[in-house]
């Protein structure tokens, strides 16, 4: 419990001193480049108080959730077959370097001009451009199975659903936590620019109009916005979830 309290008082007291920095280097600097903290602060709260902030945020993670969820899902999948059976991975592999190397951007604009400016084009755009990384790394942790677990699961004649969730998740369940945390900090990042491309709301959208009317002060409010419920995230759900999957290793 102490060391759990040391944590968070250290990371408060980071974010505290970060704050403060800025709004000396801010004060020092006397440029609308460069709004001071508390400016931002107040313009956060405004749009909170009067603007469209909880719509737009709303909007950019369901984007968000059901492109990690249509990724996980496809990707883990594709995975789990390339580091079964070689012949699947000898096929696909080709593939997966593609769009490894392909740039979002690139995907997105070719989703828009294909099938329009719609949610649909939006979502598979993005849950594309996650889609490779969580089938390498699911095909890694395939790769990586023990197989004496598996002989012992024969020996012992266990049926196909004990094997899984028995043998086969507790030994995939790091790599899904490293594909899920790492798929999230992609996906948000490319559905701004997705909504900033193509769409009529979201973060990616607010960001886009204030950055046309160059107010500084909105473009910041939404991005300490977003990125504080990405962090909420990571630490409310995310690493609990690591932390129960990982039980048994202790």
């Avoid at 600097?29 to 709303?58: D, K, N, W, Y």
């Avoid at 009317?213 to 990571?234: C, N």
């Amino acid at each position: 419990m102490r060391i759990a309290s040391s944590s968070l008082a250290a990371r408060v007291a980071s974010v505290v001193l970060f704050f403060v920095i800025w709004e000396a280097a801010a004060r020092l600097a006397a440029s609308r480049q460069l709004p001071p903290a508390t400016m931002v602060i107040l313009t956060l709260a405004s749009e909170i108080a009067h603007g469209g902030m909880f719509h737009h945020l709303a909007m950019t993670l369901l984007r968000v959730l059901l492109s990690f969820v249509l990724a996980m899902s496809i990707g883990t999948v594709i995975g789990f077959l390339m580091g079964r059976w070689r012949a699947v991975d000898a096929a696909l592999d080709s593939w997966v370097l593609l769009l490894l190397n392909l740039p979002a951007l690139v995907v997105t604009v070719l989703a828009y001009i294909w099938f329009g400016l719609t949610e649909v084009a939006a979502i598979g755009a993005v849950a594309l451009n996650k889609l490779p990384l969580v089938v390498v790394t699911l095909r890694e942790g395939v790769r990586a199975l023990d197989r004496d677990f598996a002989d012992m699961a024969r020996v012992f004649r266990l049926s196909a659903w004990r094997r899984v969730r028995h043998i086969i998740m507790p030994q995939l369940s790091p790599f899904l936590i490293v594909a899920a945390r790492s798929g999230l900090s992609l996906i948000w990042k490319i559905v701004l620019v997705v909504e900033l491309l193509g769409r009529s709301d979201g973060v990616g959208f607010q960001i886009q109009l204030y950055f046309q009317l160059f107010d500084v002060a909105r473009v910041l409010a939404y991005t300490i916005a977003f990125v504080a419920i990405i962090q909420a995230i990571e630490w409310a759900i995310l690493q609990p979830i690591e932390r129960h999957v990982a039980r048994w290793r202790r």
